[in-house]
Structure formats: structure tokens, C-alpha cells
T-cell receptor, first 113, second 114 residues
Framework: SAVISQKPSRDICQRGTSLTIQCQVDSQVTMMFWYRQQPGQSLTLIAT?????????ESGFVIDKFPISRPNLTFSTLTVSNMSPEDSSIYLC??????????FGQGTRLTVV | GQNIDQPTEMTATEGAIVQINCTYQ??????LFWYQQHAGEAPTFLSYNVLDGLEEKGRFSSFLSRSKGYSYLLLKELQMKDSASYLC???????????????FGKGTKLSVKP
């Protein structure tokens, strides 16, 4: 298994501001994944973060809106920039182990007002 | 396009058996996963199927038919703590045939009643 610490667990933010979410894994991993889970919706992959290279973003997500850092093999951050109420969601980081089974952090519940 | 369908909600009685179905249409197939997610918590892994057939794991079993694009999760001897959302996820292909990312269904919210 993998122990993933994600913070903050929740936040309420003003529109137009930015929030940085941190994700710490208990062991080194090549790839870390960032997902969004909007109310009543499925988990949607935002981007894949590789250490030492730029993140790979999925269709509909751009680096200017969701900049990602991956300074080492156990840590990553996702920033939600210039927030609007439509960004209110749960954001989850994830790593994969053993047959590519995904493990998730506890999630960050973001509310933009 | 890529699509995963599962029922939005189900209700069952404590001690009973419930089957949650999942149908999928994806670009390629490299395995199907079931996750459990309690309200306000992270999804946790339940099962993995890559070949046709039934995988049994205690009170939980998962079935896969690749030709039909169909899976189900079977929960036996239901307990109150099984009230949660159950997410079906499929790993498709990247272009070039390498293993792709996980694609999640919207989840089935299961309510277990006494």
C-alpha cells in the first residue's frame, strides 16, 4: 500500500485567489496523479506529474490554471489559480503500485465563494 | 468516446446480497478496478479484473466479461458499514498501445438499511 498525506483537507477561498494543495507520499514514486471530483461526478484526471519534467495535462486542463510542481520523488503540489465558484470540487492526489492499482490521498475539499 | 455507466443509487437490506453493474466503452482495455468511497473520504481499492471471470475476495466478488464490456461487483452479507459509493474504473490504452490512465464512472451510492 501507500501512505499519502494531502493538505489542506478543506478550504474556503475567495474568487480570484489561488490555493496550493500539497501531496506527500511515504516512498518514492515515478508518477503522481492529480484528480478532480466535482459534486455527483466521477473522478477526472487533471494531470500526471513526473519528477524532473513538466506535468502532462489532460484535455480541458491547462498549466496556467493548474500549475503543478514535482520537486522530488515523494512530493507534488497542485495550484488552483484565479479561482471561480466552478472550481469548487474535491481534489485528490494519487500514486500507483502493484499492477498499477491506484492509491489516493484523503482529498482537499475546496469551496470558492 | 470513452464511457463508463453504472447506476446512480441502490438500496439494500443488511445481511442481503447486492450486485452493482458497470458497462464500459473505452479505447483499449488494460484492466477494470472497483473502488469504495465513503462520504468525505478517499477511494480505497476493492478489486481488479483483467481476464474474464469472477474474482472473489471475502464478502466482495467482481466479475468481468470483456466481450460484453461488462462488470459487476457483488457484495454479500451486507453490513451497515458497506454504505458508500462504489466506483468502477477502467484502464484504457494510450496511443501506441501503452497502458493508459484510469477512467472512472460516476459511482453508485449504496445505502444499506437495517
Amino acid at each position: 500500500s501507500a501512505v499519502i498525506s494531502q493538505k489542506p483537507s478543506r478550504d474556503i477561498c475567495q474568487r480570484g485567489t489561488s490555493l496550493t494543495i500539497q501531496c506527500q507520499v511515504d516512498s518514492q514514486v515515478t508518477m503522481m496523479f492529480w484528480y478532480r471530483q466535482q459534486p455527483g461526478q466521477s473522478l477526472t484526471l487533471i494531470a500526471t506529474a513526473n519528477q524532473g519534467s513538466e506535468a502532462t495535462y489532460e484535455s480541458g486542463f491547462v498549466i496556467d490554471k493548474f500549475p503543478i510542481s514535482r520537486p522530488n520523488l515523494t512530493f507534488s503540489t497542485l495550484t488552483v489559480s484565479n479561482m471561480s465558484p466552478e472550481d469548487s470540487s474535491i481534489y485528490l492526489c494519487s500514486v500507483e503500485r502493484r499492477g498499477r492499482q491506484a492509491f489516493f490521498g484523503q482529498g482537499t475539499r475546496l469551496t470558492v465563494v | 468516446g470513452q464511457n463508463i455507466d453504472q447506476p446512480t443509487e441502490m438500496t439494500a437490506t443488511e445481511g442481503a446480497i447486492v450486485q452493482i453493474n458497470c458497462t464500459y466503452q473505452t479505447s483499449g482495455f488494460n484492466g477494470l478496478f472497483w473502488y469504495q468511497q465513503h462520504a468525505g473520504e478517499a477511494p480505497t481499492f476493492l478489486s481488479y479484473n483483467v481476464l474474464d471471470g469472477l474474482e472473489e475476495k471475502g464478502r466482495f466478488s467482481s466479475f468481468l466479461s470483456r466481450s460484453k464490456g461488462y462488470s459487476y461487483l457483488l457484495l454479500k452479507e451486507l453490513q451497515m458499514k458497506d454504505s458508500a459509493s462504489y466506483l468502477c474504473a477502467v484502464r484504457g490504452d494510450n496511443y501506441g498501445g501503452s497502458q493508459g490512465n484510469l477512467i472512472f464512472g460516476k459511482g453508485t451510492k449504496l445505502s444499506v438499511k437495517p
